[in-house]
T-cell receptor, first 116, second 111 residues
Protein backbone atom coordinates (compact mmCIF):
# COMPACT_ATOMS: atom_id res chain seq x y z
CA UNK A 1 0.00 0.00 0.00
CA UNK A 2 0.86 3.65 -0.18
CA UNK A 3 3.37 5.00 2.31
CA UNK A 4 3.02 8.08 4.46
CA UNK A 5 6.07 9.00 6.48
CA UNK A 6 5.81 11.15 9.57
CA UNK A 7 8.80 12.65 11.33
CA UNK A 8 9.82 12.73 14.10
CA UNK A 9 8.20 9.70 15.72
CA UNK A 10 8.69 11.24 19.13
CA UNK A 11 9.88 14.58 20.49
CA UNK A 12 10.34 16.14 23.89
CA UNK A 13 10.42 19.91 24.11
CA UNK A 14 10.38 22.61 26.74
CA UNK A 15 7.33 24.75 27.43
CA UNK A 16 7.26 27.84 25.28
CA UNK A 17 9.20 26.37 22.38
CA UNK A 18 7.86 25.37 18.98
CA UNK A 19 7.91 21.94 17.41
CA UNK A 20 7.53 21.05 13.74
CA UNK A 21 6.15 17.71 12.58
CA UNK A 22 6.51 16.64 8.97
CA UNK A 23 4.20 14.41 6.98
CA UNK A 24 5.32 13.10 3.60
CA UNK A 25 3.57 10.94 1.05
CA UNK A 26 6.41 8.86 -0.33
CA UNK A 27 4.96 7.17 -3.40
CA UNK A 28 1.97 9.27 -4.32
CA UNK A 29 0.85 12.86 -4.52
CA UNK A 30 -1.64 14.17 -2.03
CA UNK A 31 -3.57 17.36 -2.63
CA UNK A 32 -5.14 16.96 0.78
CA UNK A 33 -3.61 15.82 4.03
CA UNK A 34 -5.25 15.59 7.41
CA UNK A 35 -3.90 16.12 10.91
CA UNK A 36 -5.32 14.23 13.85
CA UNK A 37 -4.70 14.24 17.55
CA UNK A 38 -5.30 11.25 19.75
CA UNK A 39 -5.74 11.45 23.49
CA UNK A 40 -5.22 8.32 25.60
CA UNK A 41 -8.00 5.78 25.14
CA UNK A 42 -9.89 8.09 22.84
CA UNK A 43 -10.59 8.30 19.16
CA UNK A 44 -8.63 10.21 16.58
CA UNK A 45 -9.86 13.77 16.51
CA UNK A 46 -9.48 15.66 13.26
CA UNK A 47 -7.66 18.93 13.86
CA UNK A 48 -7.38 20.36 10.38
CA UNK A 49 -7.43 19.63 6.69
CA UNK A 50 -4.29 20.67 4.89
CA UNK A 51 -4.75 21.77 1.28
CA UNK A 52 -1.79 22.04 -1.07
CA UNK A 53 -1.16 25.62 -2.03
CA UNK A 54 -3.85 27.13 0.13
CA UNK A 55 -4.74 27.73 3.75
CA UNK A 56 -5.62 24.85 5.99
CA UNK A 57 -9.17 24.33 7.18
CA UNK A 58 -9.36 23.97 10.94
CA UNK A 59 -11.98 22.09 12.92
CA UNK A 60 -13.99 23.93 15.51
CA UNK A 61 -12.09 24.51 18.70
CA UNK A 62 -8.62 24.12 17.17
CA UNK A 63 -6.47 27.22 17.51
CA UNK A 64 -5.11 28.26 14.13
CA UNK A 65 -2.34 30.36 15.60
CA UNK A 66 -1.18 27.56 17.84
CA UNK A 67 -1.21 24.75 15.32
CA UNK A 68 0.31 26.13 12.15
CA UNK A 69 -0.14 23.97 9.08
CA UNK A 70 1.73 24.38 5.84
CA UNK A 71 1.19 22.26 2.74
CA UNK A 72 3.85 23.55 0.40
CA UNK A 73 3.94 20.67 -2.05
CA UNK A 74 1.91 17.66 -3.15
CA UNK A 75 4.01 15.39 -0.96
CA UNK A 76 4.69 17.42 2.19
CA UNK A 77 2.59 18.94 4.94
CA UNK A 78 3.93 20.28 8.22
CA UNK A 79 2.30 20.91 11.56
CA UNK A 80 4.03 23.36 13.89
CA UNK A 81 2.94 23.45 17.50
CA UNK A 82 3.84 26.96 18.60
CA UNK A 83 4.59 28.05 22.17
CA UNK A 84 3.99 24.51 23.34
CA UNK A 85 2.45 23.85 26.74
CA UNK A 86 2.26 20.56 28.67
CA UNK A 87 -1.41 20.21 27.71
CA UNK A 88 -0.30 20.00 24.08
CA UNK A 89 1.38 16.71 24.89
CA UNK A 90 -0.36 14.14 22.75
CA UNK A 91 -0.05 11.74 19.85
CA UNK A 92 -0.33 13.55 16.52
CA UNK A 93 -1.06 11.61 13.33
CA UNK A 94 -1.25 12.74 9.73
CA UNK A 95 -3.02 11.06 6.87
CA UNK A 96 -3.09 11.55 3.13
CA UNK A 97 -5.12 10.46 0.18
CA UNK A 98 -3.80 9.80 -3.28
CA UNK A 99 -4.65 12.74 -5.56
CA UNK A 100 -5.77 10.25 -8.20
CA UNK A 101 -8.89 9.72 -6.16
CA UNK A 102 -8.40 6.48 -4.26
CA UNK A 103 -10.68 6.53 -1.28
CA UNK A 104 -8.49 4.92 1.37
CA UNK A 105 -6.59 7.34 3.57
CA UNK A 106 -3.11 6.25 4.56
CA UNK A 107 -1.69 7.25 7.89
CA UNK A 108 1.73 8.20 9.09
CA UNK A 109 3.22 6.39 12.03
CA UNK A 110 2.39 9.24 14.40
CA UNK A 111 4.41 11.61 16.55
CA UNK A 112 4.43 11.43 20.33
CA UNK A 113 4.90 14.98 21.61
CA UNK A 114 5.82 15.53 25.24
CA UNK A 115 6.09 19.08 26.51
CA UNK A 116 7.95 19.47 29.79
CA UNK B 1 -22.62 14.29 19.33
CA UNK B 2 -20.82 11.12 18.37
CA UNK B 3 -21.67 10.19 14.81
CA UNK B 4 -19.73 6.93 14.79
CA UNK B 5 -20.04 4.71 17.83
CA UNK B 6 -18.13 1.64 18.86
CA UNK B 7 -19.91 0.67 22.03
CA UNK B 8 -17.56 -2.11 23.05
CA UNK B 9 -14.26 -0.70 24.29
CA UNK B 10 -12.74 -4.15 24.40
CA UNK B 11 -13.23 -7.69 23.12
CA UNK B 12 -11.41 -10.88 24.01
CA UNK B 13 -11.56 -14.02 21.88
CA UNK B 14 -9.76 -17.31 21.65
CA UNK B 15 -7.33 -17.98 18.84
CA UNK B 16 -9.04 -19.67 15.91
CA UNK B 17 -12.48 -18.36 16.81
CA UNK B 18 -14.37 -15.53 15.16
CA UNK B 19 -13.96 -11.92 16.26
CA UNK B 20 -16.91 -9.63 15.62
CA UNK B 21 -16.41 -5.91 16.05
CA UNK B 22 -19.44 -3.67 15.82
CA UNK B 23 -19.95 -0.09 14.77
CA UNK B 24 -23.06 2.11 14.63
CA UNK B 25 -23.48 5.44 12.93
CA UNK B 26 -26.08 8.16 13.04
CA UNK B 27 -25.40 10.27 9.97
CA UNK B 28 -27.40 8.98 6.99
CA UNK B 29 -25.12 10.98 4.68
CA UNK B 30 -22.24 8.59 5.29
CA UNK B 31 -21.69 6.51 2.18
CA UNK B 32 -18.30 4.93 2.72
CA UNK B 33 -17.03 3.02 5.71
CA UNK B 34 -13.57 1.87 6.65
CA UNK B 35 -11.91 -0.22 9.31
CA UNK B 36 -8.46 0.57 10.59
CA UNK B 37 -6.19 -1.39 12.86
CA UNK B 38 -3.89 0.41 15.25
CA UNK B 39 -1.03 -0.72 17.44
CA UNK B 40 0.14 1.45 20.34
CA UNK B 41 2.30 4.42 19.32
CA UNK B 42 1.70 3.75 15.64
CA UNK B 43 -0.55 5.25 13.02
CA UNK B 44 -3.67 3.37 11.92
CA UNK B 45 -3.37 0.82 9.14
CA UNK B 46 -6.15 0.45 6.63
CA UNK B 47 -7.86 -2.95 6.75
CA UNK B 48 -10.99 -3.04 4.67
CA UNK B 49 -13.73 -0.76 3.45
CA UNK B 50 -17.25 -0.91 2.11
CA UNK B 51 -19.37 1.39 0.01
CA UNK B 52 -22.97 2.02 0.94
CA UNK B 53 -24.09 0.36 -2.29
CA UNK B 54 -22.86 -2.97 -0.97
CA UNK B 55 -23.78 -5.00 2.07
CA UNK B 56 -20.70 -7.17 2.27
CA UNK B 57 -17.04 -6.98 1.38
CA UNK B 58 -14.57 -9.75 1.97
CA UNK B 59 -10.77 -9.76 1.97
CA UNK B 60 -9.10 -12.89 3.23
CA UNK B 61 -9.90 -13.39 6.89
CA UNK B 62 -11.66 -10.03 7.10
CA UNK B 63 -15.28 -9.43 6.15
CA UNK B 64 -17.23 -6.25 6.66
CA UNK B 65 -21.02 -6.28 6.72
CA UNK B 66 -23.16 -3.19 6.29
CA UNK B 67 -26.79 -2.90 7.33
CA UNK B 68 -27.88 0.51 6.10
CA UNK B 69 -31.39 0.35 7.50
CA UNK B 70 -29.95 -0.25 10.96
CA UNK B 71 -27.02 2.09 10.38
CA UNK B 72 -24.77 -0.68 11.58
CA UNK B 73 -21.63 -2.31 10.32
CA UNK B 74 -19.49 -5.07 11.64
CA UNK B 75 -16.05 -6.47 11.02
CA UNK B 76 -15.62 -10.23 11.18
CA UNK B 77 -12.19 -11.77 11.57
CA UNK B 78 -12.01 -15.50 11.14
CA UNK B 79 -10.00 -17.31 12.21
CA UNK B 80 -8.65 -14.87 14.77
CA UNK B 81 -4.92 -14.88 15.36
CA UNK B 82 -2.85 -13.48 18.24
CA UNK B 83 -1.31 -10.99 15.81
CA UNK B 84 -4.75 -9.51 15.31
CA UNK B 85 -4.62 -8.10 18.83
CA UNK B 86 -4.85 -4.34 18.40
CA UNK B 87 -7.31 -1.47 18.58
CA UNK B 88 -9.76 -1.43 15.71
CA UNK B 89 -11.30 1.83 14.57
CA UNK B 90 -14.42 2.16 12.51
CA UNK B 91 -14.50 5.26 10.30
CA UNK B 92 -17.12 6.79 8.03
CA UNK B 93 -17.29 9.52 5.46
CA UNK B 94 -19.89 11.14 3.26
CA UNK B 95 -19.74 14.08 0.91
CA UNK B 96 -16.28 15.18 1.92
CA UNK B 97 -12.88 13.61 2.43
CA UNK B 98 -13.14 13.88 6.19
CA UNK B 99 -13.17 10.65 8.11
CA UNK B 100 -15.16 10.42 11.32
CA UNK B 101 -13.79 7.81 13.68
CA UNK B 102 -15.32 5.76 16.43
CA UNK B 103 -13.51 5.47 19.75
CA UNK B 104 -12.10 2.08 18.89
CA UNK B 105 -12.38 -1.45 20.23
CA UNK B 106 -9.39 -3.15 21.73
CA UNK B 107 -9.27 -6.73 20.50
CA UNK B 108 -7.27 -9.32 22.39
CA UNK B 109 -6.83 -12.73 20.80
CA UNK B 110 -5.66 -15.27 23.34
CA UNK B 111 -3.43 -18.17 22.24
Amino acid sequence: GAVVSQHPSWVICKSGTSVKIECRSLDFQATTMFWYRQFPKQSLMLMATSNEGSKATYEQGVEKDKFLINHASLTLSTLTVTSAHPEDSSFYICSARDARGFTEAFFGQGTRLTVV
Amino acid sequence: DQQVKQNSPSLSVQEGRISILNCDYTNSMFDYFLWYKKYPAEGPTFLISISSIKDKNEDGRFTVFLNKSAKHLSLHIVPSQPGDSAVYFCAAEGGSEKLVFGKGTKLTVNP
